[in-house]
Nanobody
Framework: QVQLVESGGGLVQAGGSLRLSCAAS????????MGWFRQAPGKEREFVAA????????NYADSVKGRFTISRDNAKNTVYLQMARLKPDDTAVYYC?????????????????WGQGTQVTVSS
């Protein structure tokens, strides 16, 4: 079993930055890949970014490339999402998720464990 707890969400003006954190507990964190997803009101949950267990492989949605950076600290069992140049369209609940297969996959159904989410609101 894996427990994931996100933090760092909030209200920010367009053009600003936020850093989300996801603390993991339970099974060995360093053995699985981690992903960030988001869900806006009335929309389906969508992929944002993923990072391999080693921290050496990445995958980003086109909508966030060049603005968001995913990273992890296996010693702290934590994955981060640094978000810069935020836009109102980035407003959503952001979720972290764990993929035990270890790939940087983008499909919701590939991830076995999910956090409860943290709200990010970007004002124009």
């Amino acid at each position: 079993q894996v427990q994931l707890v996100e933090s760092g969400g909030g209200l920010v003006q367009a053009g600003g930055s936020l850093r989300l954190s996801c603390a993991a507990s339970g099974r060995t964190f360093s053995r699985y890949s981690m992903g960030w997803f988001r869900q806006a009101p009335g929309k389906e949950r969508e992929f944002v970014a993923a990072i391999r267990w080693s921290g050496s492989g990445f995958n980003y949605a086109d909508s966030v490339k060049g603005r968001f950076t995913i990273s992890r600290d296996n010693a702290k069992n934590t994955v981060y999402l640094q978000m810069a140049r935020l836009k109102p369209d980035d407003t959503a609940v952001y979720y972290c998720a764990a993929d035990l297969a270890g790939y940087t996959r983008a499909a919701v159904h590939d991830y076995e464990y999910w956090g409860q989410g943290t709200q990010v609101t970007v004002s124009s």
